[in-house]
């Protein structure tokens, strides 16, 4: 039974959504070329003019904006409102470099908390529902975006942020919350804090995860929703568009709906900017139709998926975009092959190891080397040497033809990989420091 | 009856097993027998304690992964020949020996004490038992 938060637009004809799009996308282009001296400068660059772009048809004629430009605009380069009307500010985690910082006015947090309440409406969530939100508050998106949305749907919320997990499960437990929102690998952890307090799926009341802001595969979801009893739905935003609820699973689990009257979703050659045709896999670039304050034109998300227009048994007619399947920027290339982290966790989680895991890339002799630490689990320990070895080279054996390249897989003790409480930390690339 | 013995995984580097036996020191758990497989990687402790099942509480709680094996353990004359006839008795029976080591301690004067761990316990125990050969328990242990 699938729920919705607002039917009319969720489950608009695929007409109405395009004629929405290009009447919204001209009003956008004229605010931007108004107010974002920064991105006028790169359309006249490339000669290209408001008037141009008369339908989402002509969106390819619009230049990209990419991280670097954001960098380079900060703090306020790309601002689009007035300061007088900006009401608040979100900033990304900074993995990779200088911090990016997006705002927003009142009416861009409004509607970003209507894009959220969709994603938990989406989930089967109800205001008779209590939804725990274990995202970090603060500059990340993650715990005020869900909150707004939880809020505006009318559910009882719960702001325990990110931490102290036995105080989660404590509020878990005493509030019966039904709905969980936080990374897919605090989940992880908290059901296997929870085992360790002796806690299974029946002695809590969770019924649905909201889980994103970090790239997990299909085998986790499965882990998590045997060993929460929940079901386990994704999530996807940015800071830069706003932050969780650009797109998000329905009752199908298989592929997140774009809030299409939001945001325009292209998909393109990562080398070539080219667009592709629907289907296709390519970086993914996202337009934002009505924020504000932090207005991106065709920004490139670095993030590697697919998109399709196919009925969905839910009814929503947004567009979906299939889980991704790593950020460009998350792709290691080892000894010249590309590499995504999302492959190895599906070949670990295939041979019954936990989604727990570390990537160490190092070179040696001139030579990349890849180290795969995994835990050893009760289920997979056995007194027998030649077993667990065996087991060891089955793995290294679907390492490599998944991979194409030789990994070594370090079975390490039980909880010695740290384990995080907001984006888990699954790379660390030594070379870097011999560049 | 045969006795269980808790094999233990380990990373195959400094400190690991002084940590292990730390914990069980910590507890007043006394070691009857050890012995260590190993491979580059990890490694796997096997143990006989006096107090098998608060030796595996101990380890669970620190984290440890570790399972319960039974294991055959036998009084055998510290003379030549002694370890032939029990090995001899085991291959008539078709019985396989995975690995055994040795007790730190022995029972009484001029025998070994061997463990043995083998693909069938109870065939075992029955081959040794028709040529009357002593089989240690669980309480025997303890109270060495």
């Known amino acids: ?435 | 009856m045969s006795v269980k013995q808790l094999s233990i995984f380990l990373e195959n580097k400094p400190g690991t097993l002084q940590e292990m036996t730390q914990k069980l020191s910590d507890h007043q758990i006394d070691l009857r027998a050890l012995s260590l497989a190993e491979t580059e990687g990890f490694g796997i402790c096997r143990i006989i304690v006096n107090d098998v099942y608060e030796a595996a509480t101990v380890l669970k709680d620190e984290g440890y992964i570790c399972r319960m094996i039974p294991v055959v353990v036998v009084p055998i004359p510290d003379e030549p020949g002694g370890l032939n006839r029990v090995l001899q008795m085991f291959k008539a029976a078709s019985v396989n020996v995975e690995y055994m080591y040795a007790m730190l301690d022995a029972p009484e004067d001029h025998s070994a004490t061997m463990i043995f761990k083998v693909d069938d316990v109870k065939a075992a125990e029955k081959a040794l038992r028709a040529h009357d050969l002593i089989i240690l328990t669980q309480d025997e242990i303890a109270d060495m």
């Not at chain 1, 990110?162 to 404590?170: C, F, L």
């Not at chain 1, 969770?206 to 970090?214: D, S, V």
């Open chain 1, 1 to 435: 039974m699938s729920q919705y938060f607002q039917k009319e637009i969720e489950c608009a004809s695929r007409n109405e959504i395009e004629n929405l799009q290009n009447e919204k996308l001209v009003k956008q282009v004229q605010h931007v070329w108004d107010n974002v001296p920064y991105y006028r400068k790169k359309m006249e660059q490339k000669g290209v003019k408001p008037e141009d772009i008369r339908s989402t048809k002509d969106l390819y004629k619009l230049p990209f904006i990419s991280k670097a430009d954001l960098r380079e605009s900060y703090p306020y380069g790309l601002l689009g409102a007035p300061l007088k009307d900006c009401v608040r500010i979100h900033s990304t985690s900074g993995t990779t470099g200088k911090r990016v910082v997006a705002f927003y006015t009142q009416e861009d947090l409004d509607l970003w908390s209507d894009c959220c309440a969709r994603a938990l409406a989406a989930a089967g969530t109800t205001p008779e529902d209590v939804v725990q939100i274990s995202y970090g508050y603060g500059l990340f998106t993650g715990g005020m975006g869900l909150h707004g949305g939880s809020e505006k749907l009318g559910s009882l919320t719960v702001p325990t942020s990110s931490g102290n997990t036995e105080r989660q499960i404590m509020f878990i437990q005493d509030l019966k919350a039904t709905v969980l929102c936080c990374t897919p690998s605090y989940a992880a952890y908290l059901a296997e804090t929870m085992k360790g307090m002796g806690l299974g799926p029946e002695d809590i009341s969770l019924k649905a995860g909201i889980l994103g802001a970090e790239a997990w595969t299909k085998e986790m979801r499965d882990d998590i929703e045997a060993t929460l009893g929940i079901k386990a739905y994704d999530i996807y935003g940015l800071t830069e568009l706003s932050g969780p609820g650009v797109a998000y699973d329905c009752s199908a689990q298989d592929g997140m709906h774009i809030n299409e009257d939001h945001f325009i979703a292209e998909i393109i050659d990562p080398e070539t900017g080219e667009v592709l045709p629907e289907g296709s896999e390519g970086e993914l670039v996202f337009t934002s139709l009505d924020k504000k304050a932090f207005p991106l034109l065709r920004y490139r998300t670095r993030d590697i998926c697919s998109l399709s227009t196919k009925p969905c048994s839910c009814g929503r007619t947004f567009m979906k975009m299939c889980k991704p399947r790593g950020r460009t920027d998350d792709m290691l290339i080892i000894r010249g092959v590309n590499v995504f982290p999302s492959q190895i966790e599906t070949v670990l989680m295939n041979n019954g190891y936990p989604a727990n895991y570390q990537l160490v890339v190092d070179r040696v002799n001139n030579s990349d080397t890849l180290d795969i630490l995994v835990e050893m689990t009760p289920e997979m320990f056995t007194d027998n040497v030649g077993e667990v070895s065996r087991r060891q080279k089955d793995l290294v054996a679907d390492l490599k033809s998944m991979l194409g390249i030789k990994a070594n897989v370090k079975l390490v003790a039980p909880r010695t990989i740290p384990r995080s409480e907001g984006k888990a930390v699954r790379v660390i690339d030594k070379r870097k420091l011999l560049d």
